[in-house]
């Protein structure tokens, strides 16, 4: 069975100041992993996923999230936070057998709060 | 645009009533989900379909079902036996069947009990 950590329930940080979010993941096989985005009272916003190409990914808005095998991680980064970062962030994990149907099992979520 | 459209944004439901959620999209995906959120504890899934007229089981069915009787169409139904449903509903839905295509979202529905 897959699960998903989220390291951390909210993070706040200074408007400028890096972005760093800590997703987890456990996988009997190479997963293929996403980062998700919720604004209040709306649905979720793709911002990146690592399918077993480049282990550097970069997505929208100029987050970017590094595979690491070796610790099972998948953290998501941001140079220079921006007041419009504040949200909630999935990181989401996908078994790439066949028979997952692209099932995913979601962490619990990591609030970011930015401050002026 | 293509995209999902959920409605209603938000639904009351009394005791001992059944309430749909309905979920068209108009991307032409095979695939749709859906999911349950509450605070803390990410998303779960309820149940997904990948073709018309088939459908299985996610991790918490227990108290709602669905029907997939067109390809555009995902409804869900809460049942009273669902004792605690108040919650945020999302939809998602995918192309393919390949895993590492993203699935992408509705605005969600919030329910609520009366």
């Known amino acids: 069975a897959q699960s998903v950590t989220q390291l951390g329930s909210h993070v706040s940080v200074s408007e400028g100041a890096l972005v760093l979010l800590r997703c987890n993941y456990s996988?009997?096989?190479?997963?293929?992993l996403f980062w998700y985005v919720q604004y209040p009272n709306q649905g979720l916003q793709l911002l990146l996923k690592y399918t077993s190409a480049a282990t550097l990914v970069k997505g929208i808005n100029g987050f970017e999230a590094e595979f690491k095998k070796s610790e099972t991680s998948f953290h998501l980064t941001k140079p220079s936070a921006h007041m419009s970062d504040a949200a909630e962030y999935f990181c989401a994990v996908s078994d790439p057998g066949g028979t997952s149907y692209g099932k995913l099992t979601f962490g619990q979520g990591t609030i970011l709060t930015v401050h002026p | 645009d293509g995209g999902i459209t959920q409605s209603p944004k938000y639904l009351f439901r009394k005791e001992g009533q059944n309430v749909t959620l309905s979920c068209e999209q108009n991307?032409?995906?095979?695939?749709m989900y859906w999911y349950r959120q509450d605070p803390g504890q990410g998303l779960r899934l309820i149940y997904y379909?990948?073709?018309?007229?088939?459908?299985q089981k996610g991790d918490i069915a227990e108290g709602y079902s669905v029907s997939r009787e067109k390809k555009e169409s995902f409804p869900l139904t809460v049942t009273s036996a669902q004792k605690n449903p108040t919650a945020f509903y999302l939809c998602?839905?995918?192309?393919?069947?390949?895993?590492?295509?993203?699935?992408?979202f509705g605005d969600g529905t919030r329910l609520s009990i009366l």
């Open positions: 996988s009997s096989v190479p997963p293929y």
């Open positions: 379909s990948q073709i018309v007229n088939d459908f």
């Open positions: 991307l032409n995906h095979d695939a």
């Open positions: 998602a839905s995918k192309d393919g069947t390949s895993s590492n295509q993203p699935q992408h």
